[in-house]
């Protein structure tokens, strides 16, 4: 498989959550607990951000959790799609909306190309939205270019073990990608800093959530918007005896009478560092930097 069928096409991306919007909240079970585990990282982080910007908002959650938690801060919600933004706004009355608005904007954009000024932004935090993007270099190198000197990137996104059960399942019937493609933690580490981050602090866990059947995993998957939108992914529906075979495969993985579906997640925060001035040998003789 060439490296080309691992692109994710952006059209099928944003049409998929402009469809998933109003069942996302339902199953996004998973996003709203790493979320809070997220935000419970915060409490040892002792800084206050005037401007936070929500990289793939999504329905909001995370948004509001953040304006609970920096009330005096100025919030932006950036997701691909319009429909989660809007799905996101308040319908309260008007004047609740107006003062929630004089907090919080919303921008339909791409995180890979966010269309904010340079050195603009406090904190850029990211739940569960870097694996969509295809170049995470350039990803980086745009969350350093808006965030101020001394701006500190949170992030979770999932790793490669991420699905292992579905995508050993359907291994066995084609070589089709059937999952979306998830990069290494350290290379997600290397990436930050040849990006000028400075010491990024990564980790990362396994969380396994459970169904009654694959049809469960398949609904889920659909319902937060999570579909296969890679370019080596099979274009035509696949045929009865191809699923029955895939299905029978992860049946071989049911325990205690549920499937399991595990997704590694992966951790990360990191800081903008004050640029250093490149000082000139008589300089640092001046300083007393040198003998």
Same mark, same amino acid.
């Given at each position: 498989?060439?490296?080309? =069928? ?6 099928h991306?944003?049409n998929?959550?402009e ?6 909240? *339902? ?5 709203? @607990? &790493?979320c809070?585990r997220?935000?419970?990282r ?16 999504g329905t909001?959650?995370?948004?509001? *959790? ?19 933004? $809007?799905?996101? +706004?308040?319908?309260?009355t008007?004047?609740q909306?107006l003062?929630? !608005?004089?907090r919080? $904007?919303?921008m339909?954009?791409d ?13 850029v935090?990211?739940n569960?939205a ?6 995470l270099?350039h990803?980086f ?11 500190l990137?949170?992030? $979770? ?7 292992? @059960?579905?995508r !050993? ?11 979306n493609?998830f ?9 930050? &800093? +040849?990006?000028?981050?400075?010491t990024?602090?990564?980790?990362? =866990? ?10 469960s ?11 296969? &939108?890679? !370019? ?15 299905i029978?495969e992860? @049946? ?9 579906a595990?997704?590694?997640?992966v ?5 903008k ?6 000082l ?11 003998g």
């Amino acid at each position: 498989m060439n490296s080309d =069928e691992h692109i994710l096409e952006k059209k099928h991306l944003r049409n998929a959550f402009e469809r998933a919007a109003t069942s996302y909240d *339902q199953a996004a079970v998973l996003q709203r @607990e &790493v979320c809070n585990r997220m935000l419970s990282r915060l409490e040892y982080i002792k800084y206050l951000p005037d401007i936070i910007i929500d990289a793939g908002s999504g329905t909001g959650y995370g948004t509001e *959790q953040l304006a609970k938690r920096y009330p005096s801060s100025q919030l932006i919600a950036l997701d691909i799609a319009w429909s989660m933004l $809007s799905y996101a +706004r308040p319908d309260t009355t008007w004047w609740q909306r107006l003062l929630h !608005q004089q907090r919080a $904007s919303y921008m339909c954009a791409d995180i890979e190309n966010p269309p904010v000024k340079d050195a603009s932004i406090g904190l850029v935090w990211s739940n569960l939205a870097l694996q969509w993007c295809n170049d995470l270099d350039h990803t980086f190198s745009e969350m350093n270019r808006i965030l101020r000197t001394d701006g500190l990137l949170m992030f $979770s996104t999932f790793g490669p073990d991420t699905l292992k @059960e579905l995508r !050993q399942s359907f291994a066995q019937v084609d070589t089709f990608s059937h999952v979306n493609r998830f990069i290494d933690m350290h290379d997600i580490g290397d990436l930050l &800093v +040849r990006n000028g981050f400075s010491t990024p602090v990564m980790d990362m =866990e396994y969380i396994t959530v459970t169904y009654p059947d694959v049809t469960s995993v398949m609904r889920d998957l659909k319902a937060i918007g999570a579909h296969n &939108v890679m !370019q080596g992914r099979r274009r035509g529906l696949m045929g009865k005896n191809a699923w029955q075979k895939a299905i029978g495969e992860y @049946e071989k993985l049911r325990t205690d009478g549920k499937l399991p579906a595990t997704f590694e997640v992966v951790y990360g925060h990191a800081w903008k560092p004050l640029r250093r001035s490149v000082l000139t040998p008589e300089t640092r003789r001046q300083l007393g930097l040198m003998g």
